[in-house]
């Protein structure tokens, strides 16, 4: 429960720091002392959305702190041990607002995201407004109450989900399916090419190779002659190469003793006598194994005309046709496994739009049930806040559904009768303000009955009600604060009364500024609030005994 509330700066208030407990806490004072400003400062440290206006004049910002004890709240506390911000059972919720207009959240003094703020909060307090009425007059409202006292909400969660993920992956299955055709087109394309280049089976420089060989057998005439004029001066002449080397190196090295400065020059014409023999020996080969054969020659040539057309067909230099045929090959598999993955998206399709219908019928089970038992709990209320003989009814009418809806398989509609007799119709169109808002306390009455939030704040949610009505609502608040934690601003003694704790909302002015401060009254104090909230500035006997009363029947 919320256990400690300090504002800094905020709106009118200067510093405000208030000590909360269980049971039903009833908020009074004058119009515009600032009774909203509490719930709103603490509705921003829950993660709302401001902005620098916020910030008390002269101030250069604004600091709100909440601290909720989290003893009974297990699902706050698993929620902080998930994120790593648990803190034992203690809970800090802190909002800093700049006067640039940022503003900077906290969660037991970790920096965190509004976002975060906003989930944590879901699981501590539950804030009725006094203008919820208004919002009752949409489908959408009905819907969340009734999953929220269905204690549906984590289910309705996982219909929505699973709705928007079958309308994600039919988008995509739609998209992918509409390209079909154009994939198709180019899937044939593609084979055609892959074919021409495949039959070609162009090997890794086999282009080089071929352009060498066709260079080669394009001269063989004067390759050969060259090869043979070589060979004749080197071997074959009477007075070749080979014998003048032969005969010098003997004759250097005929000499009994080896003459100073021509060893070596006798060792280099060794070396060049060896080195030419195995030129020789290597042009001989060469000229052995060489093939001049015109045929070969037209075979190479017609080799690479074609490959040279498929080069200028596709753009890319002959060399690279090697790669063009890996490349497509992989875009070609790209194309294939897109026809898989289409076969893959619509069995994903069949299966989620499965899984949805099984948790909207679950939903929807749930709906109805829960339907019946809040349209008797609210009728009864009704009849208990003014509206004697009043009907209130819950219509689930089934949806005519092509594909899967975030809603589930129904819509959800109120219909109320404020008067016997008359049939049930629209909110909208039967109800009156002042219904609408009985309407809307008797709701968030019975809905804050099964909520496992422990802290219930409650903004002025009885303003057009009076007289014996006004006793019951306050009973009603009583009755909830005694199974955990309930704020109420309230302008009605009859509720006031009913409290188990009494804060008092006033001004404080100085010549130079005015704030806002708040007080826990004590018996005598509470008795001369009541009274003034029946009868005005000036206190009466009367006014003073009635006051005593309401308080004294309050806590029988």
Known sequence: MLTHLAIRNYAIVEYLDLELMSGMTVITGETGAGKSIMLDALGIALGDRCDNSVIRQGADKADILASFDLTHIPEAKAWLIEHDLANDDLCLLRRVINKDGRSRGYINGTPCPLGQLKLLGEFLIDIHSQHEHQSLLKLETHRQLLDDYAGSTALADKVKHTALQWKQLQQKTHNLSSNSAEQQAKQQLLSYQLDELEKLALAENEVELLETEQKNLSQSDSILSACQQVLDMCANDEANILSVLGASVRRLSSFKEPIDGLSEATMMLSNAQIQLEEAITEINHFVDHFDADPQRQQQVEDRLDTIYSLARKHHVQPNELHVLTQQLQEELASIESGDEQLETLYENLEKLGKDYQKLAIQLSAQRKKAAESLAKAVQKEMQTLGMPGGLFNIVLKEMDLSEPSVQGLETIEFLVSGNPGQPVRALSKVASGGELSRISLAIQVITAQTSRVPTLVFDEVDVGIGGPTAEIVGKLLRKLGEKGQVLTVTHLPQVAAQGHHHLFVHKERTKNS??????????????????????????????LAHAEKLLQDSQK
Do not use: F, H, P
Request: glycine residues 6%; negative net charge; without cysteine.
């Open 514 to 543: 005015t704030q806002t401060a708040v007080s826990l009254l004590d018996q005598t104090q509470r008795i001369e609030e009541v009274a003034r909230m029946l009868g005005g500035v000036d206190l009466t006997k009367e006014s």
